[in-house]
């Protein structure tokens, strides 16, 4: 039996408090599952926006949609986890990633390391959250046990390792980083490339007693009769991008709302993909896919 579909929307445009709010009651009010931020500068900061999500709202729970654990000493993330846990009562996922973005590190004055360094960091921050907040004597506590929920976003073999040992739920993005850019430009990756690295998670993960969630953010949403013009900007921006490779990939969803319900059911059927993330930008044209695909 398939896993039920979870919807989260991901809040990437800052806002003053009454605005910020109002966007966070909208995304429940259109049916979002998981009211989710980022960790990029220029954005908002991650906890104190969750604080305020959950004072607007009722239902959805929040998350890190992911943390950059280059950014963080992991004794003070355990703080901040517990606290903000706490403060929204127990509706807090943890998201983690390596980060991507060498410039961010730059501006923070903070060392970005190789890819190996920072898998190892991330390893280390993970394993650290898991050995004090698992703690009975740590404080503050968290409301959730045995723990907050934690994601690992990201593709890579040792990342989809570390996933498969301690994450509750494993987010794709369907992207990888162009090669050499410090700004965290990302290129799209095939159907058939995202079928080999779910593949990958789903061996690594085979001897899991409870299986993972399989998370996948979608980067367009179009509800159209005319999915060529819906794409054709994405492909003018891509290098090498055609028409028919841009309409075959599975992070962007573009067509008519059957068509879209379609592509999403059997996405999940050929990935696993049951919780879909949208950018804020797309959250009104989910709306009515999520409210097709509710109990589905």
């Given at each position: 039996?398939?896993?039920?579909?979870?919807?989260?929307?991901?809040?990437?445009?800052?806002?003053?408090?009454?605005?910020?709010?109002?966007?966070?009651?909208?995304?429940?009010?259109l049916?979002c599952?998981?009211?989710l931020v980022?960790?990029?500068?220029g954005?908002?900061?991650?906890?104190?926006?969750?604080?305020?999500?959950?004072e607007?709202?009722?239902?959805?729970r929040?998350?890190?949609f992911?943390?950059?654990?280059?950014f963080?000493?992991?004794?003070?993330?355990?703080?901040?986890?517990?606290?903000?846990?706490?403060?929204?009562?127990g509706?807090l996922?943890?998201?983690?990633?390596t980060?991507?973005?060498?410039?961010e590190?730059?501006?923070?004055?903070?060392?970005?390391?190789?890819?190996?360094?920072?898998?190892?960091?991330?390893?280390?921050?993970?394993?650290e959250?898991?050995?004090l907040?698992?703690?009975?004597?740590?404080?503050?506590r968290?409301?959730?046990?045995?723990?907050?929920?934690?994601?690992v976003?990201?593709?890579?073999?040792?990342?989809?390792?570390?996933?498969?040992e301690?994450?509750?739920?494993a987010?794709?993005?369907?992207?990888?980083?162009?090669?050499?850019?410090?700004?965290?430009?990302?290129?799209?990756?095939?159907?058939?490339?995202?079928?080999?690295?779910?593949?990958?998670y789903q061996?690594?993960?085979?001897?899991?007693?409870?299986?993972?969630?399989?998370?996948?953010?979608l980067?367009?949403?179009?509800?159209?009769?005319?999915?060529?013009?819906?794409?054709?900007?994405?492909?003018?921006?891509?290098?090498?991008?055609?028409?028919?490779?841009?309409?075959?990939?599975?992070?962007l969803l573009?067509?008519?709302?059957?068509?879209?319900?379609?592509?999403?059911l059997?996405?999940?059927?050929?990935?696993g993909f049951?919780?879909?993330t949208?950018?804020?930008?797309?959250?009104?044209?989910?709306?009515?896919?999520?409210?097709?695909l509710?109990?589905?």
């Amino acid at each position: 039996m398939p896993r039920p579909f979870r919807f989260g929307a991901s809040m990437i445009v800052p806002a003053p408090a009454e605005e910020w709010r109002a966007k966070c009651l909208r995304a429940e009010e259109l049916g979002c599952d998981v009211i989710l931020v980022p960790d990029h500068l220029g954005m908002v900061a991650p906890f104190p926006a969750l604080v305020a999500a959950a004072e607007a709202t009722e239902r959805p729970r929040l998350g890190t949609f992911v943390l950059n654990a280059g950014f963080w000493n992991p004794a003070l993330l355990a703080r901040e986890v517990a606290t903000t846990d706490a403060l929204t009562g127990g509706r807090l996922e943890l998201g983690l990633g390596t980060g991507y973005v060498a410039a961010e590190h730059d501006t923070a004055g903070l060392p970005y390391g190789s890819p190996g360094e920072r898998v190892d960091h991330l390893r280390r921050t993970v394993e650290e959250m898991e050995r004090l907040l698992g703690s009975p004597d740590h404080l503050p506590r968290p409301v959730q046990r045995p723990r907050v929920p934690l994601m690992v976003g990201g593709n890579g073999d040792r990342v989809l390792r570390l996933t498969a040992e301690h994450a509750d739920i494993a987010a794709f993005t369907g992207a990888r980083p162009v090669p050499g850019s410090t700004t965290g430009q990302l290129l799209p990756i095939s159907p058939e490339e995202l079928d080999e690295r779910v593949g990958r998670y789903q061996e690594l993960a085979r001897g899991r007693e409870e299986p993972a969630e399989l998370n996948l953010l979608l980067q367009l949403v179009a509800v159209t009769e005319d999915r060529e013009a819906a794409v054709r900007p994405l492909v003018e921006r891509v290098p090498g991008a055609t028409m028919k490779g841009a309409l075959e990939l599975p992070l962007l969803l573009v067509g008519t709302l059957d068509q879209i319900v379609a592509q999403v059911l059997a996405q999940r059927e050929r990935y696993g993909f049951s919780y879909l993330t949208v950018l804020e930008p797309y959250m009104e044209a989910f709306a009515p896919v999520m409210a097709e695909l509710r109990g589905r």
